[in-house]
């Protein structure tokens, strides 16, 4: 039986706070096919290429702001060859507070009536609308204008898989990024707090390690060694992020499917260098054993334009 697909995230058209300006073209999305026009053949990494189909209706939405001479950034933003490794893990929520945005909006997601969730994720990017590059998240899962707890996994574990809870988001606390032009859209469009650092990604087909540097000082770094079964998994892993641009929230919808492998039964390290930026990672209390872990080979990704939800 065809799984259905996710649906493609709207690109709304809206003017963001923080000098980005918004233009509507009278265009459509690039489809896949146009994106891989100069590949060579059998480097599509397509999941399903029915995932994409949607572009075809969606209008073209055009981001800049003073002083970027960039190519253009472009909404539904595509990433059609994708490479990932994350995991998730248990975290005291008295020590998650402090690193969480000021606002009342915003309310941590619970593993238990004590415990928060601390996700970090790596992604080697091939081909996408920012280009190619690597990064890696550090984020942690939060409920919008709602004071829901949560405090089962089970239930948090299966709302963040295929993203299914519209009030339920993750809220990035590092990005950083080897590239220069998605660390500065990052910031600009979104808020996100990135910076240009240098990155190391291998991925096999159940294991994967990333690690990234800045100023001759480590980051993070991240070993991931995913549940072996026989076949890789197709999954639906959409999201959506909330962060904090001008003093407003933003929401970003992202569809997304995968191929590869996740599970609780994986096993996982991380560890934060002594960066200024990261030393405050250091002193979490992580749980030693993951909660979840993710390996996925080939990840195909849709990005819908960046939403202004009023004052953070």
Not at 232 to 254: A, C, E, K, Y
Request: net charge positive; with cysteine; glycine share 8%.
């Amino acid at each position: 039986m065809r799984k259905v697909l996710p649906a493609c995230p709207p690109a709304i058209a809206n003017k963001l706070p923080g000098k980005v300006r918004a233009h509507r073209r009278e265009a459509v999305a690039p489809s896949l096919q146009t994106q891989l026009a100069d590949e060579a053949e059998g480097r599509d990494n397509a999941v399903d290429p029915a995932f994409f189909d949607a572009l075809a209706q969606q209008p073209l939405i055009e981001y800049d702001w003073p002083g970027w001479y960039g190519p253009p950034n472009r909404f539904p933003m595509v990433y059609s060859d994708v490479g990932m490794v994350a995991a998730s893990f248990s975290v005291p929520l008295q020590q998650l507070r402090p690193l969480l945005p000021a606002t009342s909006r915003l309310t941590p997601a619970r593993v238990t009536p004590w415990h928060g969730l601390l996700m970090v994720m790596a992604y080697h990017v091939h081909r996408s609308g920012l280009g190619r590059y690597q990064q890696l998240a550090i984020a942690t899962p939060m409920f919008l204008d709602t004071p829901r707890r949560l405090p089962a996994w089970p239930l948090l574990r299966e709302s963040l898989r295929s993203g299914s809870d519209p009030a339920l988001g993750l809220h990035i606390l590092e990005l950083p990024v080897d590239r220069q032009r998605p660390c500065e859209a990052a910031q600009r469009m979104y808020g996100h707090p990135s910076m240009v650092a240098h990155a190391e990604f291998a991925l096999g087909s159940q294991t994967g390690l990333a690690s990234m540097e800045a100023e001759g000082q480590r980051l993070a770094a991240l070993e991931v060694s995913a549940p072996r079964t026989y076949l890789p998994l197709r999954m639906d892993l959409s999201f959506q992020t909330f962060s904090i641009l001008g003093g407003h929230l933003v929401r970003t919808r992202h569809a997304a499917l995968a191929e590869g492998y996740r599970g609780g039964r994986g096993n996982a390290k991380v560890a934060f260098g002594d960066h200024p930026r990261f030393a405050r990672f250091r002193a979490l209390q992580l749980m030693p054993r993951p909660l979840e872990t993710r390996v996925c080979t080939r990840l195909n990704w849709i990005v819908g334009g960046p939403e202004d939800l009023g004052t953070a």
